[in-house]
C-alpha cells in the first residue's frame, strides 16, 4: 500500500503533503485522481501537475514483484520448434522434388516439367 506523504516526497512534491491530507487524499483514492482535482486541492503549477499525473498512471499499473523478476527461457518455445521442423522438412522436399526433376505445388501435388 502506498503511503501518500511519502511518495509525494519521492516526487520532489513534498510540499502538497499537507493538502493532500486535508483533502482525504488515501491510497485509495490516490490512483484514481484527476488533474482537474488536483487543481482544485491547490497544485496550481502545471509541471507539478503533470508530473503527479504521470507518478498517479504508473500507479495503475500491474505491479510485478520485485523479488520474482519475469522469468526468460534461453530455449526456443515449442510453437518456434515446430515451425522450425515443417520449414526443413518443407526445404528437404523441395530439394528433392528439384533433383527428380519435379516441382512441388503448394497442395502437395507434383509436378513434371513440360
Sequence with gaps: MVDVGEWL?????GQYKAAF??????????PT???EE?????VSLI????????????????????EAPAQVSPYPSSDCILTLI?????EDKTRRSSSSGT????????NSPP
Design 9 to 13: 516526497h519521492n516526487l520532489g512534491l
Design 47 to 66: 509541471r507539478h501537475r503533470r508530473r503527479l499525473l504521470d507518478a498517479i498512471a504508473a500507479l495503475r499499473l500491474p505491479a510485478t514483484p520485485a
Design 21 to 30: 491530507r486535508e483533502n482525504g487524499v488515501d491510497a485509495e483514492v490516490l
Design 103 to 110: 516441382t512441388q505445388i503448394a497442395d502437395g501435388e507434383e
Design 33 to 35: 485522481l484527476t488533474g
Design 86 to 90: 515443417r520449414w526443413l522438412s518443407s
Design 38 to 42: 488536483l487543481k482544485d486541492i491547490g
